[in-house]
């Protein structure tokens, strides 16, 4: 019974219904007639990070991927770079006939900075940057030509924001390259006052220095053993003359020279 009361009440409104799905329809195709139409162009970029390890220019201005878009975009979206290309471009041209007002320098770029829209997405650790560049424009010519703008004017900036970081860093390692080579002639010139003042005991006169002592040592031994015979013979010489009173204990032919003038003058 409910259901019978809700249709009957539709079909006594139905013609205000119909009214109203007329009126919008209309009001619809009216509109998207007289709006001029709108292009939208876009296009995509792939940030890749700086190719230079972090152990080897750890004292070198470093910036993330996203924070270098961040910068690059408010130097593309600055006012000078706005009113230059849009009068490069003619982006505001008038249209032959078309009566559209003229704008003033503040309105070009707050229309442009509306228009321009630059978004980034990803850049985590497992994802890879990517940026969207894409323009409205009323034609698919100038909403193509305004967004290639857009992509040029970002990989110039990138290119001389790599090539700064990139010089800093060679000025960093020109640095360090300098400062090294100054300490290692500091460390050669010590090195060498090292060995001028240990030149004896150093491992490159070692095998030397140990010839020599070997030989000293021999000749050490050798004259030992020259002592050891001649305290020997002295001993004996002395118990000779203690018994027999001569210095002779030997047959006379084997008497030195001096021992036979000795035996003569006694």
């Known amino acids: 019974m409910d259901f019978r009361f809700y249709l009957s009440l539709f079909l006594r409104r139905l013609p205000y219904f119909l009214l109203f799905v007329v009126v919008g329809s209309v009001m619809g195709v009216t509109l998207a007639r007289l709006l001029p139409p709108v292009y939208l162009a876009e296009a995509r970029l792939v940030v890749e990070s700086e190719q230079i390890p972090d152990e080897l220019a750890a004292s070198t201005v470093r910036t993330q991927a996203t924070e270098q878009l961040q910068i690059i975009q408010q130097r593309i979206l600055t006012r000078d770079r706005l009113l230059e290309m849009a009068n490069r471009l003619q982006i505001y041209a008038a249209v032959p006939g078309t009566s559209t007002r ?6 070009i770029v707050e229309d442009l900075r509306e228009r321009i829209k630059i978004v ?3 850049g ?3 994802q890879a940057t990517l940026v969207s560049v894409s323009f409205e424009a009323p034609t698919a010519v100038m909403s193509a030509t305004v967004t290639n703008e857009v992509v040029t004017l970002i990989l110039q900036e990138n290119v001389a924001m790599r090539t700064t970081v990139a010089g800093q ?4 390692f020109m640095q360090e390259v300098a400062r090294l080579d ?18 004896d005991a150093l491992p490159e006169s070692l095998d030397f220095l140990r010839t020599q002592q070997a030989a000293a040592q021999e ?5 030992d053993r020259e002592e050891a015979v001649l305290k020997d013979r002295r ?6 003359y203690e018994q027999t009173g001569q210095i002779e ?4 032919s084997t008497q030195t020279t001096e021992a036979k003038q000795l035996q003569a003058l006694r």
């Open 120 to 122: 980034t997405t990803g």
């Open 235 to 240: 001993t004996r010489l002395v118990q000779i």
């Open 249 to 252: 204990a030997g047959p006379a």
């Open 102 to 107: 003229r704008l003033d320098p503040d309105e």
């Open 124 to 126: 985590g650790q497992a």
């Open 219 to 223: 000749r050490l031994l050798q004259l």
């Open 169 to 172: 860093t060679l000025d960093f």
């Open 182 to 199: 100054q300490e290692l002639a500091s460390q050669g010139a010590e090195i060498l006052a090292f060995k001028t003042a240990n030149k």
